[in-house]
């Protein structure tokens, strides 16, 4: 008979729960954690509360703040000629870590999935054409990832926003040969859609 060990098992589900962490790194977790609680999981557990309490979803883009509308949305130097659509927070912070991009965003809160069964109603899709008219947007930057959800969710967004706002510029992120990337180790679909894409110099 397994062992029962009250709130530390409670933990580790918790940690299972989180994702990229199976039953096995959650134990190791929880180990370390408990066992180094006064320099770890004490300060840990004060920045989750912490967390909870202050961080907000912004009404506007969807981004996550301390303030609503988020400080992106708030400010007034964004070119809000641009709105860049992304599925995740992650995606929106990974775009602003370029300094390439000085406009808006908007969060959909996911991809289109018919296997997962996440449909047009469970993301922010309704909203987007309403920001794209009431910011006088010019372009919507479609970037997504270049899975079969992601292109699928791009197709249905381009589709939509074409009927929704005629003559709206719709565009999307280059796909193909990364920075840095040597042909030899892509792969063939990488290397495909790198030669379809490709631009005169």
Partial sequence: MAQQRGPLDSLIKALTGLPGLGPRSARRIALHLVMNRGK?????????????RSVKICNACGNIDVCDPCRICADVRRDARFLCVVAGVADLWAVERTGAYKGKYHVLGGLLSALDGVGPDDLRIAALPD????????????????TVD???????????????IPGVKISRLAHGVPVGGELDYLDDGTIATALKSRAAL
């Fill in 131 to 146: 920001r794209v008219r009431n910011a006088q947007a010019q372009e919507v930057i479609l970037a997504l990832s270049a």
């Fill in 40 to 52: 770890v999981m004490e300060p840990l557990v004060a920045a989750l509360e912490e967390t909870a």
């Fill in 150 to 164: 992601g292109q699928a969710t791009a197709h249905y967004l381009t589709d939509r926003m074409a009927s929704a």
